[in-house]
């Protein structure tokens, strides 16, 4: 028997509610009730038992919106105090579960609970895996709104607290019938943000995937909605076609011909982006047995009435290929003339799936529960169909159907959806053009509220987006040049190298346009490595691929075709009267659009001549003019509009600036099209070679030297981003000696190792660069080159100019002294004693809300992976020096677990107790008058943080102890749980 009221045993995490806001937005915490009968067969007017749980609750004096842990649900939106949302109250109750021999049609054997509401579906068809599993919940405010995040982690452990075995059936891979195969642990973050803004009418929905994984996962993501309906309520859409895959619709509604139905095979709409995986994709319905309704109804049909579509037992339509508009709405069928719409954002594709029970009339639930109890699938669903009427229509921005998963290849997955109450207007008996003007008015109103000032972190998210979709494409660009051969003089090489070169250049310099924009607005460009770099082939950033104009980037040698079908989807042109696009965009001049469109609402004091950068690129050599200092609004917008310019053309036209002799990037790509390609030209190569430390890499790079050569290529290139990096961040003065001297490396790098490893690599190959990370730095380098000479076998022809080049940088780098605060980019500097008073201030604050995050024990079920370790281990150091500076040894001694071990010249000691006692050496050092403690040298690897300290006399500079310590720190739930350190005092304290 199933408990309805705790059926699942995940303890959820409770965030706290931020003090009282000015925003004009409150959150409080106040109850919902949900109700219950105890099974199908006590459906009926009234519940048997009711239960009280928890509720949150956004408010701005005019709409209102309650969100509950179970299931992660918003239960109600209040307009003027009516609720727009159904809510089953007359009882809700498990149904569809196994049964009859049958599996259940929903991912849990116990079946579905309904309360009503709006929820996140995560991971699976149906209503996910967690719909009745409490998730966690948080609240985001700012200056003008409010926010409840719900969230919930899909991993075994969460999967192990659902409490119940999982189905088969559709969930499972036919050569598997393993419960859920299909839907392996995904390892995602799925969010649902629920935002009340200052004055606005209406609610605002964000749905998230967040990918924690290195690569693509397949998934479901859905946002099921339940609104209040009778029999006169109807569908209110632009919706052209819609497409027929479930069999209830399609054996009960259509069994006549209708010349408004057509087999899926025969429309060209399922050539489409979004659809091309489905004849591969398990358990899908064959294209052969789907339908497509040309026409929303279809003659004969009253569909725009979903309690009167001729069905005892529901059904379900799919808007296809797209939503035509931005809105799906439902009127409430009464004498209110009251509805709801959810609108989507324009800068992405929506798809509705229509749900609905069908034709109360045909429906009894007694013959139904006799069809179920013979094991009949469909009718252990609809048994479970609940007293009230509802129309459940389901959002979404990835998924096209259910069971058709999505593969989410991008880190951060998401969509926005508004949902607009309709006061009035939609009365019973109107034409669906009367009732479309009546919502499109009421969302005109509404998304006239939507234009807020954006904020500077924001623009800078967003900046940082153009910055790693630029060096997105500078790989493929690079990879198709450096497989031309050198001194072949055919035209083809001599035209696409000059070609690809010239633009190459001319995208590095966007690189430091965008990184110049992003200074003066106060932030910090970064090209880490170890956030910029990802495998190859790859969409390119912030662009998933159910866009229309997807690209799939692959590294492949020159030809006809990388330049048709990637190259030339790169640089797309803008068509006219185009939508700016922040993300999923159709064309990168549309994300641009968007940019200048965003920083065009800046006040112009927000821009300010601050670490600008332009000497690292002359125009006098190189296409295109040069870096522009961007000191004011109209100059970040000039340099944003040079980079749309150089991409598609000016105004349109084919070349980029007014003098008329540059092509624009899509044109001159286009024109190499009309060459007679010579592939004598051009090295054969693999398509999308892999990482050498990838599985796929281990099988095939078995050669010892062609291994080397792709190793020492990742290096080059990972040093090559560390280099641009320090340089467009702007800590160094431009055109200081130690700015020239890492210009000099990264030159050295672009222009003389890159390219002969990557010809090396194509002779001995056959091939190419795969552009993966390495943390080898110029010393590694330098000695695997050398390596390689020293190895048996063949070479290739410039593996002593590469020795040499590499050299010369690393004695270079020995005399660039490393900060490793701006290496990994810590947020205050101790290897000085310059942090004033208030950092130090701050960071205690910070130090003291990473330990209360400390979980001792850490549950042998909790799992913190290396990555999360290093990042908040690198946010944590910071706190640790100025608890440090700030005398704070009681904050100190709760940075470790209760079972530390502790090696040392006098230990080892085990026990933070036993430790303690000799953490009093520090409590003398810092005792002494006038001494102050400095940590010049500090590196992070996993939970593992090495640090070298010294203290300095302040009156006399000499050293009065110094020392190193090697601790284990499981990031801020796990601590500090080993230590080691020596140290050694210059005199008595």
Same mark, same amino acid.
């Given at each position: 028997?199933?408990?309805?009221?705790?059926?699942?045993?995940?303890?959820?995490?409770?965030?706290?509610?931020?003090?009282?806001?000015?925003?004009?937005?409150?959150?409080?915490?106040?109850?919902?009730?949900?109700?219950?009968?105890?099974?199908?067969?006590?459906?009926?007017?009234?519940?048997?038992?009711?239960?009280?749980?928890?509720?949150?609750?956004?408010?701005?004096?005019?709409?209102?919106?309650?969100?509950?842990?179970?299931?992660?649900?918003?239960?109600?939106?209040?307009?003027?105090?009516?609720?727009?949302?159904?809510?089953?109250?007359?009882?809700?109750?498990?149904?569809?579960?196994?049964?009859?021999?049958?599996?259940?049609?929903?991912?849990?054997?116990?079946?579905?609970?309904?309360?009503?509401?709006?929820?996140?579906?995560?991971?699976?068809?149906?209503?996910?895996?967690?719909?009745?599993?409490?998730?966690?919940?948080?609240?985001?405010?700012?200056?003008?709104?409010?926010?409840?995040?719900?969230?919930?982690?899909?991993?075994?452990?969460?999967?192990?607290?659902?409490?119940?075995?999982?189905?088969?059936?559709?969930?499972?891979?036919?050569?598997?019938?393993?419960?859920?195969?299909?839907?392996?642990?995904?390892?995602?973050?799925?969010?649902?943000?629920?935002?009340?803004?200052?004055?606005?009418?209406?609610?605002?929905?964000?749905?998230?995937?967040?990918?924690?994984?290195?690569?693509?996962?397949? +998934?479901?993501?859905?946002?099921?909605?339940?609104?209040?309906?009778?029999?006169?309520?109807?569908?209110?859409?632009?919706?052209?076609?819609?497409?027929?895959?479930?069999?209830?619709?399609?054996?009960?509604?259509?069994?006549?011909?209708?010349?408004?139905?057509?087999?899926?095979?025969?429309?060209?709409?399922?050539?489409?982006?979004?659809?091309?995986?489905?004849?591969?994709?398990?358990?899908?319905?064959?294209?052969?047995?789907?339908?497509?309704?040309?026409?929303?109804?279809?003659?004969?049909?009253?569909?725009?009435?979903?309690?009167?579509?001729?069905?005892?037992?529901?059904?379900?339509?799919?808007?296809?290929?797209?939503?035509?508009?931005?809105?799906?709405?439902?009127?409430?069928?009464?004498?209110?003339?009251?509805?709801? +719409?959810?609108?989507?954002?324009?800068?992405?594709?929506?798809?509705?799936?229509?749900?609905?029970?069908?034709?109360?009339?045909?429906?009894?639930?007694?013959?139904?529960?006799?069809?179920?109890?013979?094991?009949?699938?469909?009718?252990?669903?609809?048994?479970?169909?609940?007293?009230?009427?509802?129309?459940?229509?389901?959002?979404?921005?990835?998924?096209?159907?259910?069971?058709?998963?999505?593969?989410?290849?991008?880190?951060?997955?998401?969509?926005?959806?508004?949902?607009?109450?309709?006061?009035?207007?939609?009365?019973?008996?109107?034409?669906?053009?009367?009732?479309?003007?009546?919502?499109?008015?009421?969302?005109?109103?509404?998304?006239?509220?939507?234009?807020?000032?954006?904020?500077?972190?924001?623009?800078?998210?967003?900046?940082?987006?153009?910055?790693?979709?630029?060096?997105?494409?500078?790989?493929?660009?690079?990879?198709?040049?450096?497989?031309?051969?050198?001194?072949?003089?055919?035209?083809?090489?001599?035209?696409?190298?000059?070609?690809?070169?010239?633009?190459?250049?001319?995208?590095?310099?966007?690189?430091?346009?965008?990184?110049?924009?992003?200074?003066?607005?106060?932030?910090?460009?970064?090209?880490?490595?170890?956030?910029?770099?990802? +495998?190859?082939?790859?969409?390119?950033?912030?662009?998933?691929?159910?866009?229309?104009?997807?690209?799939?980037?692959?590294?492949?040698?020159?030809?006809?075709?990388?330049?048709?079908?990637?190259?030339?989807?790169?640089?797309?042109?803008?068509?006219?009267?185009?939508?700016?696009?922040?993300?999923?965009?159709?064309?990168?001049?549309?994300?641009?659009?968007?940019?200048?469109?965003?920083?065009?609402?800046?006040?112009?004091?927000?821009?300010?001549?601050?670490?600008?950068?332009?000497?690292?690129?002359?125009?006098?050599?190189?296409?295109?003019?040069?870096?522009?200092?961007?000191?004011?609004?109209?100059?970040?917008?000039?340099?944003?509009?040079?980079?749309?310019?150089?991409?598609?053309?000016?105004?349109?036209?084919?070349?980029?600036?007014?003098?008329?002799?540059?092509?624009?990037?899509?044109?001159?790509?286009?024109?190499?099209?009309?060459?007679?390609?010579?592939?004598?030209?051009?090295?054969?190569?693999?398509?999308?070679?892999?990482?050498?430390?990838?599985?796929?890499?281990?099988?095939?790079?078995?050669?010892?030297?062609?291994?080397?050569?792709?190793?020492?290529?990742?290096?080059?290139?990972?040093?090559?981003?560390?280099?641009?990096?320090?340089?467009?961040?702007?800590?160094?003065?431009?055109?200081?000696?130690?700015?020239?001297?890492?210009?000099?490396?990264?030159?050295?790098?672009?222009?003389?190792?890159?390219?002969?490893?990557?010809?090396?690599?194509?002779?001995?190959?056959?091939?190419?660069?795969?552009?993966?990370?390495?943390?080898?730095?110029?010393?590694?380098?330098?000695?695997?080159?050398?390596?390689?000479?020293?190895?048996?076998?063949?070479?290739?022809?410039?593996?002593?100019?590469?020795?040499?080049?590499?050299?010369?940088?690393?004695?270079?780098?020995?005399?660039?002294?490393?900060?490793?605060?701006?290496?990994?980019?810590?947020?205050?500097?101790?290897?000085?004693?310059?942090?004033?008073?208030?950092?130090?201030?701050?960071?205690?604050?910070?130090?003291?809300?990473?330990?209360?995050?400390?979980?001792?024990?850490?549950?042998?079920?909790?799992?913190?992976?290396?990555?999360?370790?290093?990042?908040?281990?690198?946010?944590?150091?910071?706190?640790?020096?100025?608890?440090?500076?700030?005398?704070?040894?009681?904050?100190?001694?709760?940075?470790?677990?209760?079972?530390?071990?502790?090696?040392?010249?006098?230990?080892?000691?085990?026990?933070?107790?036993?430790?303690?006692?000799?953490?009093?050496?520090?409590?003398?050092?810092?005792?002494?008058?006038?001494?102050?403690?400095?940590?010049?040298?500090?590196?992070?690897?996993?939970?593992?943080?090495?640090?070298?300290?010294?203290?300095?006399?302040?009156?006399?500079?000499?050293?009065? +102890?110094?020392?190193?310590?090697?601790?284990?720190?499981?990031?801020?739930?796990?601590?500090?749980?080993?230590?080691?350190?020596?140290?050694?005092?210059?005199?008595?304290?």
């Amino acid at each position: 028997m199933v408990d309805v009221f705790n059926p699942t045993l995940r303890i959820p995490l409770i965030g706290t509610i931020p003090p009282v806001s000015s925003n004009g937005v409150t959150i409080i915490q106040t109850t919902h009730e949900l109700t219950y009968v105890d099974s199908v067969q006590d459906i009926g007017p009234s519940p048997t038992s009711t239960q009280t749980v928890d509720a949150w609750e956004l408010s701005n004096g005019i709409i209102s919106a309650k969100a509950i842990l179970k299931g992660g649900n918003l239960v109600s939106i209040k307009l003027h105090g009516e609720e727009y949302v159904w809510i089953n109250k007359e009882g809700a109750t498990y149904y569809g579960a196994k049964s009859g021999g049958n599996e259940s049609p929903f991912p849990l054997t116990r079946g579905l609970i309904l309360h009503g509401g709006i929820r996140l579906a995560a991971v699976t068809a149906e209503h996910g895996l967690y719909y009745d599993t409490p998730w966690d919940i948080s609240f985001v405010t700012d200056s003008t709104s409010s926010s409840i995040i719900l969230s919930i982690k899909d991993d075994q452990a969460t999967r192990d607290s659902v409490n119940d075995p999982f189905t088969s059936a559709s969930y499972s891979l036919p050569e598997d019938p393993t419960p859920l195969s299909k839907y392996p642990v995904t390892n995602a973050i799925f969010r649902f943000k629920i935002t009340l803004v200052n004055g606005e009418s209406f609610v605002r929905l964000h749905g998230e995937l967040e990918n924690t994984t290195d690569g693509p996962i397949k +998934a479901e993501i859905w946002l099921p909605q339940t609104y209040q309906i009778t029999t006169e309520s109807q569908i209110i859409s632009s919706q052209v076609k819609r497409r027929v895959k479930d069999v209830w619709v399609r054996d009960v509604l259509f069994n006549d011909p209708n010349p408004d139905i057509i087999p899926l095979s025969d429309d060209p709409d399922r050539f489409l982006q979004p659809y091309q995986d489905l004849l591969t994709e398990p358990n899908s319905t064959p294209f052969i047995d789907q339908r497509v309704l040309t026409k929303f109804p279809p003659t004969g049909y009253e569909l725009e009435y979903p309690l009167k579509w001729q069905s005892a037992s529901g059904g379900i339509l799919y808007d296809y290929p797209y939503r035509d508009s931005n809105y799906h709405a439902v009127s409430f069928g009464d004498e209110s003339g009251r509805g709801v +719409a959810a609108v989507g954002s324009s800068s992405i594709n929506h798809f509705t799936k229509l749900w609905s029970w069908g034709n109360p009339a045909l429906f009894d639930r007694a013959e139904i529960l006799k069809e179920a109890a013979a094991g009949n699938f469909g009718a252990s669903l609809a048994s479970g169909r609940p007293y009230a009427e509802y129309y459940e229509p389901w959002d979404t921005a990835f998924n096209t159907g259910f069971f058709e998963r999505h593969t989410f290849k991008s880190l951060i997955n998401g969509w926005d959806t508004f949902i607009v109450p309709i006061e009035s207007g939609l009365d019973i008996g109107k034409s669906q053009a009367e009732l479309r003007q009546v919502v499109e008015n009421g969302i005109s109103t509404a998304v006239a509220q939507i234009n807020i000032t954006p904020s500077i972190p924001d623009v800078l998210k967003y900046l940082q987006w153009a910055l790693e979709t630029e060096l997105g494409t500078i790989p493929p660009y690079l990879t198709a040049l450096w497989s031309i051969k050198r001194g072949n003089t055919s035209t083809t090489a001599v035209k696409y190298s000059a070609t690809i070169r010239s633009i190459v250049i001319q995208e590095m310099l966007h690189l430091g346009l965008v990184a110049n924009v992003i200074s003066s607005l106060g932030g910090t460009p970064d090209l880490s490595p170890e956030k910029v770099i990802k +495998a190859y082939p790859r969409g390119l950033p912030h662009q998933d691929s159910n866009v229309l104009n997807f690209i799939d980037i692959h590294l492949a040698p020159a030809s006809p075709e990388l330049i048709k079908y990637t190259f030339l989807k790169i640089e797309l042109p803008t068509k006219s009267n185009s939508p700016p696009q922040k993300e999923n965009w159709d064309t990168l001049g549309q994300f641009y659009e968007f940019l200048k469109e965003t920083l065009s609402q800046l006040p112009e004091s927000s821009f300010q001549d601050r670490n600008q950068v332009t000497s690292i690129y002359d125009p006098s050599r190189h296409p295109g003019g040069g870096l522009i200092k961007v000191i004011s609004r109209d100059l970040a917008l000039k340099a944003l509009q040079e980079i749309v310019d150089q991409g598609e053309g000016r105004n349109g036209g084919r070349f980029e600036d007014k003098k008329r002799d540059v092509l624009a990037h899509f044109y001159a790509f286009e024109d190499l099209l009309s060459i007679d390609f010579d592939p004598d030209a051009v090295y054969p190569a693999i398509l999308d070679p892999p990482s050498v430390n990838s599985t796929l890499g281990k099988a095939l790079y078995k050669d010892d030297i062609t291994r080397s050569y792709s190793l020492l290529f990742d290096g080059a290139y990972s040093l090559l981003l560390r280099n641009l990096n320090k340089l467009l961040r702007g800590d160094l003065k431009d055109n200081s000696p130690e700015f020239n001297k890492i210009s000099n490396i990264f030159f050295t790098l672009m222009i003389t190792i890159l390219p002969q490893i990557a010809e090396d690599l194509y002779t001995i190959g056959p091939i190419g660069p795969s552009f993966s990370l390495s943390n080898e730095d110029s010393s590694a380098l330098t000695a695997r080159a050398i390596q390689i000479k020293l190895a048996p076998g063949i070479k290739g022809g410039n593996i002593d100019s590469i020795i040499a080049a590499f050299t010369s940088i690393r004695d270079t780098e020995v005399t660039h002294r490393i900060n490793y605060y701006e290496r990994y980019q810590l947020s205050a500097d101790f290897s000085r004693g310059t942090v004033s008073p208030e950092k130090l201030a701050f960071l205690v604050d910070e130090a003291k809300r990473f330990i209360a995050l400390k979980v001792d024990p850490l549950p042998p079920d909790v799992i913190i992976d290396d990555a999360t370790a290093e990042k908040e281990n690198i946010e944590w150091f910071p706190t640790h020096c100025a608890c440090f500076r700030s005398g704070r040894g009681d904050l100190l001694n709760q940075e470790y677990t209760n079972d530390l071990f502790y090696a040392c010249a006098d230990g080892p000691f085990t026990g933070v107790e036993q430790a303690l006692e000799i953490e009093k050496r520090w409590a003398r050092i810092l005792a002494t008058p006038d001494v102050t403690m400095y940590w010049p040298i500090v590196n992070f690897k996993g939970p593992l943080v090495h640090i070298e300290w010294m203290c300095l006399d302040n009156y006399t500079g000499e050293i009065i +102890a110094k020392g190193f310590i090697t601790k284990a720190r499981k990031g801020h739930k796990g601590a500090c749980h080993f230590k080691s350190e020596q140290l050694t005092f210059y005199r008595d304290v």
